[in-house]
């Protein structure tokens, strides 16, 4: 597996904002729905279906979900940086202002 640089490459990563990594993560989703094994592995993994998709989309934690399940599988995070032409540090500084990881005492 192949490490991917998350640190900022370029200006546009280091200036990403709450609302830009909203737009990134929404555009995930348009990315699985066009690819089924992809959806079908999101679903598997969050415990979600297709009738429950909708709604919980609508949950604040949803686009932090997208960004963690592209960040765990560096195949799809490549296809979807190619294809939207998002860089993956990009994606991954992203997941990092939607889901945050919590400082250990």
């Known amino acids: 597996m192949r490490k991917i640089n998350a640190g900022p490459t370029s200006r546009r990563v280091c200036e990403l904002t709450k609302d830009a990594a909203e737009l990134i993560a929404a ?3 348009g990315f699985l729905a066009d690819n089924r094994a992809h959806l079908r592995r999101f679903l598997a993994l969050s415990g979600l279906s ?3 998709l909708r709604a919980a989309s609508q949950e ?3 686009l ?5 399940y592209l960040a765990s599988d560096e195949a799809a995070l490549l296809a979807f940086a190619a294809k939207s032409r998002h860089e993956p540090a990009a994606i991954i500084r992203a997941r990092e202002l939607l889901s945050p990881h919590e400082e250990l005492p």
């Open 27 to 29: 555009e995930i989703l």
């Open 50 to 52: 297709f009738e429950n």
């Open 60 to 62: 604040p934690q949803f």
């Open 64 to 68: 932090a979900a997208l960004l963690d």
